[in-house]
C-alpha cells in the first residue's frame, strides 16, 4: 500500500488565521482526498484533489474556507482559512490504489484558541 | 447520492463475546465495500475489504464482514472479542464507476471491551 506522509501532525492556531497542511505520498497517484474528523465523529470527505485540475467540493464546503493545491501526482495541501474553533478537527488525506483500497495519512490535529 | 449506516454507536462487551456489527449502504450499482478500525489515540487501519468474489471475507485479527447484497448490508463479526479490540469501528462504501471514486463513511461504531 502506500505510505502517505503528513504533517504537521499537530497544531495550535489563534482564530482568524490559516493553516496548510501537507500530504506526501511515496508514489503517483491519480487521486488525493481530504477528510475532516470532527471530535466524537466519523469522516466527512472535503474535497477530492485531482493533479492539473480544481478540486472536486463535498457539500458544505467551499474552495474560500479550504483551498486546496495539487501541484503533482505525489503531493497535495489542504488550507484551511480564517479559522474558527469550529474548524478544531483531525484533518486526514488519503489516497485510492486500484486492488487494495485506500490508505490515510497519520492526520493532522488542529486545536483553534 | 450514496451513504452508510452503523446502527450500533456505542457497544460493551465482556471479553470472548462475540461481536456484530451492522452496516447498511444505499446504492443500486456496484460497490467496494471497507471495514477501518481507529485504535485510542492512533490513526485509521484497515481491517478488511471486498471487492468482488467471495461475499465472506476475512481480514487482519481474526475479524470477518459478509457482504448480503440483497440486503444492501456489510456486517462485521468477530467471534470471540478481546480487551485490545476496544476501538471504533468504521464501515465505508465506494461506488465505483463514479466520477470521483469517492469512500463515504458510516458514523463509526464504538467498542469497549471489559476484562
Known amino acids: 500500500s502506500a505510505v502517505i506522509s503528513q504533517k504537521p501532525s499537530r497544531d495550535i492556531c489563534q482564530r482568524g488565521t490559516s493553516l496548510t497542511i501537507q500530504c506526501q505520498v511515496d508514489?503517483?497517484?491519480?487521486?488525493m482526498f481530504w477528510y475532516r474528523q470532527q471530535p466524537g465523529q466519523s469522516l466527512t470527505l472535503i474535497a477530492t484533489?485531482?493533479?492539473?485540475?480544481?478540486?472536486?467540493?463535498e457539500s458544505g464546503f467551499v474552495i474560500d474556507k479550504f483551498p486546496i493545491s495539487r501541484p503533482n501526482l505525489t503531493f497535495s495541501t489542504l488550507t484551511v482559512s480564517n479559522m474558527s474553533p469550529e474548524d478544531s478537527s483531525i484533518y486526514l488525506c488519503s489516497v485510492a490504489r486500484t486492488n487494495y483500497g485506500y490508505t490515510f495519512g497519520s492526520g493532522t490535529r488542529l486545536t483553534v484558541v | 447520492a450514496q451513504s452508510v449506516s452503523q446502527h450500533n454507536h456505542h457497544v460493551i462487551l465482556s471479553e470472548a463475546a462475540s461481536l456484530e456489527l451492522g452496516c447498511n449502504y444505499s446504492y443500486g450499482g456496484s460497490v467496494n465495500l471497507f471495514w477501518y478500525v481507529q485504535y485510542p489515540g492512533q490513526h485509521l487501519q484497515l481491517l478488511l475489504k471486498y471487492f468482488s468474489g467471495d461475499p465472506l471475507v476475512k481480514g487482519i485479527k481474526g475479524f470477518e464482514a459478509e457482504f448480503i447484497k440483497s440486503k444492501f448490508s456489510f456486517n462485521l463479526r468477530k467471534p470471540s472479542v478481546q480487551w485490545s479490540d476496544t476501538a471504533e469501528y468504521f464501515c465505508a462504501v465506494n461506488a465505483y464507476g463514479g466520477a470521483t471514486n469517492k469512500l463515504i463513511f458510516g458514523t463509526g461504531t464504538l467498542l469497549a471491551v471489559q476484562p
Open positions: 484533489a485531482n493533479q492539473g485540475s480544481e478540486a472536486t467540493y
Open positions: 508514489s503517483q497517484v491519480t487521486m
